[in-house]
């Protein structure tokens, strides 16, 4: 059934803590980034900073969503919680991040954001260390989060 205009849920706040809680056990994301005007998603693995302001994820300097992180660094990463199953109706939930990446320099805010990316996943410190490979922090902006597909909440 159509809910009528006057029916339409509000979009209510919550703070960045209330959005993410839902999703501290998750070690995976989908990240969107920006391909010559189109979305591209890959998976990434991802911590997150005690504030909850910053997503960190690594990535080979040779990948596609490297390239396009650094051609248009406006990126979203997509938290979930879906089970594919029919409960995921009345219990899915998600969490968007919109926000600007950016590669992690050399220095101590690149040791500090290793550190903790490696707790993290104990199983990349070996792919972290590699030349090759970018620390990127994702300085969250906005989040949007949704509930049973239609209670929206947003921060800031």
């Known amino acids: 059934m159509k809910r009528k205009k006057s029916e339409a849920k509000q979009v209510k706040k919550m703070t960045i803590e209330e959005m993410l809680n839902p999703f501290a056990a998750l070690r995976v994301g989908v990240l969107a980034t920006v391909e010559e005007g189109r979305p591209y998603t890959s998976i990434i693995a991802f911590a997150l900073t005690p504030d909850r302001r910053t997503l960190l994820f690594t990535t080979s300097s040779a990948t596609r969503k490297y390239k396009n992180m650094i051609s248009q660094p406006a990126v979203s990463i997509l938290l979930d919680n879906r089970s594919q199953s ?69 921060w800031p």
Not at 103 to 118: I, M, N, Q, T
């Open 86 to 154: 029919a409960d995921d109706i009345s219990r899915a939930q998600a969490v968007t991040l919109l926000g600007t990446a950016k590669k992690v320099r050399a220095g101590a805010k690149k040791s500090a954001y290793s550190a903790l990316f490696v707790s993290r996943h104990p199983e990349l410190a070996d792919f972290i260390d590699d030349p090759k490979t970018a620390l990127v922090a994702v300085s969250i902006q906005q989040a949007v989060h949704v509930a049973r597909f239609e209670d929206v909440s947003v």
